[in-house]
C-alpha cells in the first residue's frame, strides 16, 4: 500500500482487510513485521465463512526519506503467509 508522502507530524498508518471467501472457518494466527520500526494492531483469530478482518499497521517515522516495510500475516491458508507491504517518503 502506497501511503504516498507523510510528514514527521502525521501518523503513517495503512489498514488491510483480509476477507474469508471461503466455506470453513480462516484463522489469523500471527502477524510479523520487517522492523521494529513497523507495529500491528492485531489480536489472532478466527474469521468466518464470508467475513472478514482489518490488521492496521503503523510505521514510525525515524528517518525522512523513502521507506519500504513488509507485514506477513499466517494462518490455516494455503498461501499462509500472505506478503503485505507499505511504502511512502516521510518528508520533514
Known amino acids: 500500500m502506497d501511503l504516498k508522502t507523510v510528514f514527521e507530524s502525521e501518523k503513517a498508518i495503512a489498514s488491510f482487510t483480509i476477507y474469508n471467501k ?35 499497521v503503523e510505521y514510525d517515522k525515524q528517518n525522512p526519506g ?5 507485514i506477513q500475516v499466517y494462518g490455516n491458508f494455503f498461501e ?5 507491504g507499505i511504502r511512502g517518503f516521510v518528508n520533514r
Open 22 to 56: 471461503g466455506d470453513n472457518p480462516l484463522q489469523l494466527s500471527r502477524v510479523t513485521t520487517s522492523c521494529h520500526c513497523t507495529t500491528v494492531d492485531f489480536v489472532p483469530k478466527f474469521v468466518a465463512p464470508l467475513d472478514s478482518a482489518v490488521i492496521v
Open 66 to 70: 523513502f521507506f519500504y516495510q513488509n
Open 80 to 84: 499462509s503467509p500472505i506478503d503485505l
